[in-house]
């Protein structure tokens, strides 16, 4: 242990020096693949074994129906069968219709943006979006990967959406317990073979548990400070 204290090996095989602000980032599961949008809103894509960069361009274009508008990033995770098959080696990632073949077979990003969510190919530069319709107008704030068909989508307004990535539909929102912006959502799974629980961090100082397939929190806690709920 006094060995393990005084001396600690950190291998860096990956340095990208810039002179602008790195916003949001991941990386890759099995790929050697990094992406991060910058503080200039340029978005990369990057293969830190060859050190070199795939994807260079400007966040706006994202926006391929309207390229003069700015698009803000908030938050990008990779999303592809390798990494659903990291993320959950116990599930069935296979395609079994034609429509979820054709989806897994896409490399890519997701980005939450100011109103709506992208998926961005980064190989073919498809790209395609959960609408602020499906969102019913409320503003994603982000995202996590609940198992290999669903995502949980916070909202400034204390909502969560569970998006259906096969129909590419909403079939339920966890609502009733927090009532200001999503700040973050974290899965885990507490059995093998159940469905991930998804705990819920909001603005309004209160975090909760809870399953996507009941309804309302399993637990709730209330964070305080100094006594007093923050």
């Known amino acids: 242990m006094k060995d393990f204290g005084k001396k600690t090996d950190v291998n860096?095989?990956?340095?990208?020096?810039?002179?602008?602000k790195v916003k949001v980032m991941?990386?890759?599961?099995?790929?050697?693949?990094?992406?991060?949008?910058?503080?200039?809103?340029?978005?990369?894509?990057?293969?830190?074994?060859?050190?070199?960069?795939?994807?260079?361009?400007n966040c706006n274009l994202l926006e391929s129906r309207d390229?003069?508008?700015?698009?803000?990033?908030?938050?990008?995770?990779?999303?592809d069968r390798d990494t659903l098959s990291s993320l959950f080696p116990y599930e069935d990632v296979e395609p079994s219709t034609d429509d979820r073949a054709y989806f897994?077979?896409?490399?890519?990003?997701?980005?939450?943006?100011?109103?709506k969510v992208y998926f961005y190919d980064y190989v073919c530069e498809k790209i395609e979006q959960i609408s602020p319709l499906m969102l019913d107008n409320?503003?994603?704030?982000?995202?996590?990967?609940?198992?290999?068909?669903?995502?949980?989508?916070?909202?400034?307004?204390?909502?969560?959406?569970?998006?259906?990535?096969?129909?590419?539909?909403?079939?339920k929102t966890l609502k009733g317990y927090h009532t200001k912006t999503?700040?973050?959502?974290?899965?885990?799974?507490q059995n093998e073979g159940s469905r991930n629980r998804l705990i819920v961090a909001s603005n309004d100082g209160t975090m909760a548990c809870w399953n996507a397939d009941t309804d309302g929190p399993q637990f709730r806690f209330q964070?305080?400070?100094?006594g007093k709920p923050v």
Request: with cysteine; hydrophobic share 40%; aromatic share 16%.
């Open 104 to 115: 897994y077979k896409n490399n890519w990003l997701i980005c939450v943006g100011e109103n």
């Open 223 to 226: 964070m305080l400070k100094n």
């Open 12 to 20: 860096i095989f990956f340095d990208l020096r810039s002179n602008v």
């Open 182 to 189: 999503i700040t973050n959502i974290l899965s885990y799974q």
């Open 138 to 171: 409320r503003i994603p704030r982000c995202i996590e990967i609940i198992d290999t068909r669903y995502l949980a989508i916070g909202c400034n307004d204390g909502l969560v959406k569970i998006f259906d990535t096969l129909t590419w539909s909403i079939p």
């Open 26 to 57: 991941d990386y890759h599961y099995c790929r050697p693949l990094l992406a991060y949008v910058s503080m200039n809103n340029n978005f990369c894509v990057w293969d830190y074994d060859k050190k070199t960069c795939l994807k260079s361009f």
């Open 67 to 79: 390229m003069t508008r700015t698009v803000v990033i908030k938050e990008i995770k990779f999303y």
